[in-house]
């Protein structure tokens, strides 16, 4: 995930990325970290793989 960020997005904005409310389908208006951590493994592979797409990796 860091790695995609920081090809996505100018540094001080892809740290602060995983804590900031999102609107992507898969956070429900939470922040990536908070919705990770409720939703286990399984979310975390799903951010990995939204962060991909975001990227055109899919």
């Known amino acids: 995930m860091f790695k995609g960020l920081h090809l996505l ?3 001080l904005r ?3 990325w995983p804590r ?3 609107r992507g389908p898969i956070f ?6 908070e919705a990770m951590i409720e939703g286990g493994i399984p979310r975390m ?5 939204y962060i991909d ?3 055109g990796g899919l």
Do not use: G
């Open 9 to 11: 997005l100018p540094i």
């Open 45 to 49: 592979l799903e951010t990995r793989l």
């Open 14 to 16: 892809a740290d602060r």
């Open 28 to 33: 429900s208006a939470k922040s990536p970290v």
């Open 20 to 22: 900031l409310p999102n």
């Open 53 to 55: 797409a975001l990227r």
